[in-house]
């Protein structure tokens, strides 16, 4: 079974609210990190959060990380209707940087103009 | 500047047939990556490579072969190719040194009928 699990699956706001999508994990974790899919084409790195930091910002997006809780949430703030797309959580387990990335199954978000 | 370019982008084969996805990064990159992409499944690792020469199992590899004779180069290849193999396929590529993000190539529909 995949080692991330999102929630909610779907995700539908209005222009100008905020998104919050949850990623939960298995094992103890070196990272992890946030991705952007916009339909039909391959996923854009948002941001990467470490296992030894809580919480980190970019631009209008928040990354929060609870090790204790084995979860992760990502808020968006002030969203557009540009924002629409699916984000993935991906996490490299173990303590060490081992390569190996493994993705959760995402949340799709759309957001109404 | 290419980045991570997967080939071909689309392909139809007859089950039992045979063959060879290209993926090539050009940023000197270490790690590098195959995953499937199914619709509410999210992104599935293959197998993956920490460097020249070297291969490893993801999350789902049976079916599918790997090699990285050429640090640039990440090759995927299905000797025998069943309808259970329709899917998006990804090839992502990130450095080794520190936690680090991955970039992707735009992906390979592949249908088996």
């Known amino acids: 079974s995949q080692q991330g699990e999102e929630d909610p699956q779907a995700l539908s706001i209005q222009e100008g609210e905020n998104a919050t999508m949850n990623c939960s994990y298995k094992?103890?974790?070196?990272?992890l990190q946030w991705y952007r899919q916009n339909s039909g084409r391959g996923l854009v790195h948002l941001i990467l959060?470490?296992?030894?930091?809580r919480e980190k910002h970019s631009g209008r997006l928040r990354v929060t990380l609870d090790t204790s809780k084995k979860s992760s949430s990502l808020l968006i703030t002030a969203s557009r209707a540009a924002d629409t797309a699916s984000y993935f959580c991906?996490?490299?387990?173990?303590?060490?940087?081992?390569?190996?990335?493994?993705f959760g199954q995402g949340t799709t978000l759309q957001v109404k103009p | 500047n290419a980045g991570v370019t997967q080939t071909p982008k689309f392909r139809v084969l007859k089950t039992g047939q045979s063959m060879t996805l290209l993926c090539a990064q050009d940023?000197?990159?270490?790690?590098m990556y195959w995953y499937r992409q199914d619709p509410g499944m999210g992104l599935r690792l293959i197998h993956y490579?920490?460097?020249?020469?070297?291969?490893a199992k993801g999350e789902v590899p049976d079916g599918y072969n790997v090699s990285r004779l050429k640090k640039q180069n990440f090759l995927l290849g299905l000797e025998s190719a069943a309808p259970s193999q329709t899917s998006v396929y990804f090839c992502?590529?990130?450095?080794?040194?520190?936690?680090?993000?991955?970039?992707f190539g735009q992906g390979t529909r592949l249908t088996v009928v």
């Open positions: 991906a996490t490299s387990p173990g303590s060490g940087n081992t390569g190996k990335l493994i």
């Open positions: 094992t103890s974790i070196n990272n």
């Open positions: 959060i470490r296992s030894n930091e």
């Open positions: 940023m000197n990159h270490e790690y």
């Open positions: 490579s920490v460097g020249e020469g070297t291969t």
């Open positions: 992502a590529s990130s450095h080794r040194t520190g936690p680090s993000e991955a970039f």
